[in-house]
């Protein structure tokens, strides 16, 4: 025994010496022999060949919805048994050439073809099968699971016992007879029929080849979905047919591509939401790179989705309540997003799928307006930025555009002075944000929208621009909503996905999505953010969601953002509770092709129902609380995390009081340069608004003042009207009636026909505090375009007998601004 395992060897060189010897060689290679063999026969003793090794009736793939019930399958199983005898011989000659040519000689299994695949694969990184038609047959039997080594042993073993105890002719024909060709068809007959419309009896040798040539992938296959491949597949089975003598070359070179059956879309288990769902689905489990077309069409999968279909349909029913006088091409996207779970529970885009199959809420974009401000809210406060710190809410704004013309403007051309975070948000002043957004820097802000999860897109970047915070960029709906997932959850992001989980027919579970939470904001920030956002709706554009209730009636708290972009081409709102993002996006298109349904480029939303102008305050919101009400139906309210607002820097304005310091307001500011004016003010310890107005005065000149005289309360703003150098003529709207509302309802009111609201309060015995007393002008009158109206307000009982300021009516010569309601940069608040 010393002998045989005499290492290091003696005698040898330093090298040689401890290489094995040609008996240990030797008996290495006899003992692995021995050992495979042993494996092999262990093997091939017990695999048996199952009895019902052809039964595939039943591998159509079936959706269900959340709670069980069947949405539709993937494909309508369709087989008929032709006998092989009863085909004409090009039929099988073409399978044979196409995929195994060593069919009619090897044992049921090409070893070399298996390690020429193996070799490929691993040197290339694609994937090339080395299964002979024989495996294929076997393969169908175990539904794809049998994608291990001691699964592909099992099929292996089965093919050669098949090939041993069977002639070639019936394992072709039952071959012929189980493979899937893809529109549903099991079998050549089915495949004949749904290809060409005629019985496999009558195939040509031509039609044959092109069904051989799409057996790898029946669906990328298929001549209606991809023609030009589908065709260099035909070419390559008449080739091969001829090399291999099956026909001659002649008859290949002379072969014409055979004429075939359009693929038949219409399928009534695709109309209505039932389409958008199966397309959300496959696409979703295909992007796994777990599943093949083949498997979701031909395995007899049980894919369980996260849709709700009570949640659905009340999607589909807000949107078909849309009043009939909207135009014809107005779409809207509703899409509601576990935060928890990151499970999309409602998916709405588009009422019909066999009408238009563009899913507007995952395969469209809009822009975003200022759906994107909480994005830089958010980024501001990771950077330091508190709530309480203050920014210039008067338009327009201190910076230009390429022209020369001042930037940004607010919507409706109103001015708010200085102004902190939380009145910004819930006011939506483009001018703060634009000035915050520069201060943090926009890429900042593009970096927060990608955190939150709105997806990098070549074809729709978000460029790190100063008007970026605006929401000039178009997104997908889909993003948007888990975005605000994102917001709900705290800061924590979860992949967003349709499909709850995939099973076999047998209930063993195949795939099921990784719901993995992953922290991407500190929490402190995010409730920061969602408290601001709060505000949105207890007093700015979000008004309509406080009809949000719960079991008992009581409010339940939001937190959203409104949107509207440019031109009023799409109107958002973005909304969450604790339990649930939704966001409702509403869109008007151009035109659309009645043949394929198509909808091309995005128009101004014209006005409808009881909507003077359609922004996302107006039905977007009120969609949102409809829907959230069902959503949340018979679910406990949910608080926010507790947060207290930092105590601000800055001291507020006293309040009327008999030790109160007044100032005489200065005659001679009409005609001063707004800078020079602005000095003077501040001076005085006043205020100054700003609003800019159409004059033939020189550009940046006091051309009014809203307060013309007399003594002012120091602390007080003053409204100065400053020219922008231009004169267009005025279209006269009238005031409507305000008396009785709320400050921000008739701010709301008069927005809407195109007029600017300055608030201010008055004592009031006779009026509840909050609500309006009078107008200035009154309701009725007819006033220019984009006049600021003076909305008096109460401020509730008189306590004490103090000075006050009468408010002078606006002079009814004085200039006031020609710009519709609109920002000047396409991006409203809603």
């Known amino acids: 025994m010393g002998r045989f395992w005499n290492y290091p060897r003696r005698g040898l060189g330093p090298v040689q010496r401890w290489l094995p010897s040609w008996r240990i060689v030797v008996g290495c290679v006899l003992g692995f022999v021995a050992l495979g063999a042993g494996v092999f026969f262990a093997a091939w003793t017990s695999t ?189 089975s008449l080739n091969r047919m001829a090399e291999q003598g099956y026909i001659t070359q002649a008859e290949a070179d002379s072969a014409q591509f055979p004429e075939f059956v359009e693929k038949d879309t219409s399928s009534n288990s695709l109309g209505g939401q039932k389409g958008y769902i199966m397309q959300a689905v496959k696409k979703e489990l295909l992007a796994t790179g777990e599943f093949t077309e083949e498997d979701l069409e031909s395995r007899g999968l049980q894919i369980h989705t996260t849709i709700k279909p009570k949640l659905q349909n009340t999607a589909a029913k807000i949107v078909e309540d849309i009043p009939e006088d909207a135009n014809e091409l107005l779409r809207a996207s509703i899409v509601s997003i576990d935060p928890e779970t990151g499970a999309i529970v409602t998916m709405y885009g588009g009422a019909d799928y ?196 719960g079991p008992d009636g009581q409010r339940r708290p939001v937190a959203g953002k409104t949107g509207t972009a440019n031109d009023n081409q799409t109107a958002w709102f973005t909304g969450f509770t604790p339990q649930l993002a939704t966001v409702v996006n509403l869109r008007q298109y151009k035109s659309m092709d009645p043949e394929t349904g198509s909808l091309q480029d995005t128009a101004p939303i014209d006005a409808f129902g009881p909507y003077s102008e359609i922004t996302g305050s107006t039905w977007p919101a009120a969609a949102w609380t409809e829907f959230m009400q069902v959503a949340l139906e018979g679910k406990e309210i949910a608080e926010f995390p507790e947060y207290t607002p930092p105590t601000p820097s800055f001291e507020p304005s006293p309040t009327p009081s008999e030790t109160a310091e007044w100032v005489e307001l200065p005659d001679n500011l009409v005609g001063m340069n707004i800078n020079e004016a602005t000095r003077l003010l501040e001076s005085l310890g006043l205020s100054v608004a700003t609003q800019a107005t159409d004059d033939e005065a020189r550009k ?86 984009g006049t600021t109206v003076t909305v008096v307000v109460s401020s509730g009982p008189q306590q004490t007998q103090e000075p006050t300021q009468e408010p002078t009516s606006e002079p009814s010569q004085s200039p006031s601004p020609t710009d519709q309601p609109g920002n000047g940069n396409g991006n409203g608040n809603g």
């Open 48 to 236: 048996a060949i199952p009895k019902n090794l052809d039964d595939v009736d039943h591998q159509a793939t079936t959706v269900y919805y959340a709670n069980g019930k069947e949405i539709g399958t993937f494909s309508s199983v369709k087989r008929e048994i032709v006998a092989y005898e009863d085909l004409p011989k090009h039929v099988g000659d073409a399978v044979v050439a196409s995929e195994n040519e060593s069919f009619w000689e090897d044992p049921g299994v090409d070893f070399l073809g298996m390690a020429r695949a193996a070799f490929t694969n691993l040197t290339t990184g694609s994937r090339q099968g080395g299964s002979t038609l024989t495996q294929q047959y076997v393969e169908r039997y175990y539904l794809g699971q049998t994608s291990d080594i001691a699964g592909k042993a099992s099929e292996a073993i089965i093919a050669m016992k098949i090939a041993q105890n069977q002639p070639k002719e019936l394992v072709l024909d039952r071959y012929l007879n189980t493979i899937y060709f893809g529109r549903g068809a099991y079998g050549v007959q089915a495949a004949a029929k749904a290809y060409f419309d005629k019985p496999a009896t009558e195939l040509t040798y031509s039609e044959s080849a092109m069904l051989s040539g799409i057996i790898p992938a029946p669906v990328r296959y298929d001549p209606s979905e991809n023609p030009d491949i589908a065709e260099a597949r035909w070419e390559r």
């Open 354 to 549: 066999l009408e238009q199959q563009k899913n507007t809420a995952t395969g469209d974009v809009v822009q975003a307006g200022s759906t994107f401000k909480p994005f830089t809210l958010i980024g501001a406060l990771e950077e330091g930025v508190q709530l309480t710190d203050r920014f210039d809410g008067n338009t327009p704004g201190q910076y230009e555009t390429d022209d020369g013309d001042p930037w940004p403007n607010n919507f409706g051309n109103k001015s708010y002075g200085e102004v902190d975070l939380v009145e910004a948000t819930a006011n939506s002043i483009n001018t703060a944000y634009v000035e915050l957004n520069t201060e943090v820097g926009p890429a900042k802000t593009r970096d927060v929208a990608h955190r939150l999860g709105i997806r990098e897109d070549e074809n729709n970047p978000i460029k790190a621009v100063q008007a970026n915070v605006l929401g000039p960029t178009a997104v997908y709906p889909i993003d948007m909503a888990e975005a605000y997932a994102t917001i709900a959850g705290g800061g924590y992001h979860v992949e967003p996905h349709i499909v709850d989980r995939v099973e076999h027919m047998d209930g063993t579970q195949r795939y099921a999505p990784e719901v993995n939470a992953q922290q991407r904001f500190e929490r402190d920030v995010i409730n920061a953010a969602t408290y601001a956002m709060t505000k949105v709706v207890e007093e700015g554009s979000g008004r309509a969601a406080l009809e949000l209730t």
């Open 700 to 785: 940046g000149t006091v051309v009014n003042v809203y307060d013309t005289g007399g003594s002012v309360q120091t602390g007080s703003t003053v409204t100065l009207w400053v020219s922008t150098g231009k004169v267009e003529e005025q279209q006269k709207v009238a005031v409507p009636n305000v008396v009785g509302q709320s400050a921000g309802s008739a701010e709301s009111q008069l927005n809407r026909v195109g007029l600017g609201a300055a608030i201010v309060e008055e004592p009031s015995n006779d009026v509840q505090r909050g609500q309006v007393i009078r107008t200035e002008p009154g309701a009725g009158s007819e006033v220019d375009s």
